[in-house]
């Protein structure tokens, strides 16, 4: 096998984690969390969501969770944005001193998939995520540009490469720093993997790719390792 010799690690258990608990995480439950994995040795972490609340309560307190966790100097905290006006309400934390250093920009690559979270197309989606970026990236904050349902949906099933192709260097000319194609839904198989990275990295070399995976069908470990045998390092 050939592995990189060091990889960078991106602890999300307290946002991808808690963002389906039906239950209400209790704020300061959620600082001990993080700052146990600042202990931990982690070096970046997800620390919250700007979702509305209607849509994920669990994340109501996001703003109280930023204040509240301790901030080493070699730590990069990272934080889901889904529109301007959360990208406003973090840009304010940040200009207070509570802020993240990275935020993630989220797109689906399946439109089914798009519709059935947010009610829009590609045509709706678009324009203000880039707006996003752009305004993120001239802030000084870096963006990864995260592709949503990038190995398959289950409403669509296959995901044309091509697409996420088309979406990587769309992100890339709103500035993003960094690309991750999301398994969003655990479809991905090692073999896949493989095949998709090799060509992603063959097309936008020196791009840095981020690779995310889900356990749904138990292969999220198989699929990091071939992740890993592509020369991905995040």
């Known amino acids: 096998m050939n592995l990189p010799d060091k990889v960078k690690i991106c602890e999300c258990w307290v946002r991808d984690g808690l963002q389906g608990e ?6 300061d439950k959620k600082i001990a969390l993080i700052n146990r994995m600042i202990d931990a040795g982690f070096k970046r972490i997800e620390v919250t969501s700007f979702a509305h609340p209607k849509l994920i309560p669990q994340f109501a307190d996001c703003m109280e969770v930023l204040k509240g966790i301790r901030r080493p100097d070699d730590v990069c905290f990272v934080a ?16 207070k001193g509570y802020g993240v250093h990275e935020i993630t920009a989220i797109l689906s690559a399946s439109e089914d998939h798009l519709l059935a ?4 197309t590609f045509k709706d989606a678009i324009p203000p995520l ?35 192709i ?13 690309i991750m194609l999301g398994d969003t839904t655990g479809e991905a198989n090692p073999r896949q993997v493989r095949e998709v990275y090799r060509e992603m990295r063959s097309r936008f070399p020196g791009v840095d790719f981020v690779a995310h995976f889900h356990d749904t069908r138990g ?5 990091t390792l071939a992740a890993l045998e592509e020369g991905l390092i995040y």
Do not use: H
Not at 167 to 175: I, N, V
């Open 117 to 120: 979270n947010l009610e829009k």
């Open 219 to 223: 292969m999220g470990l198989a699929n």
């Open 22 to 27: 039906p239950q209400f995480i209790p704020t």
């Open 80 to 95: 889901i944005i889904p529109n301007d006006k959360a990208l406003d309400r973090l840009m304010d934390a940040c200009d």
């Open 166 to 178: 088309e979406l990587t260097d769309w992100y890339l000319q709103q500035g993003a720093t960094s």
């Open 130 to 164: 880039g707006e996003l970026v752009r305004r993120a990236r001239q802030a000084g904050i870096r963006v990864i540009g995260c592709i949503g349902t990038a190995f398959g949906c289950p409403l669509a099933g296959e995901v044309p490469l091509s697409k996420v």
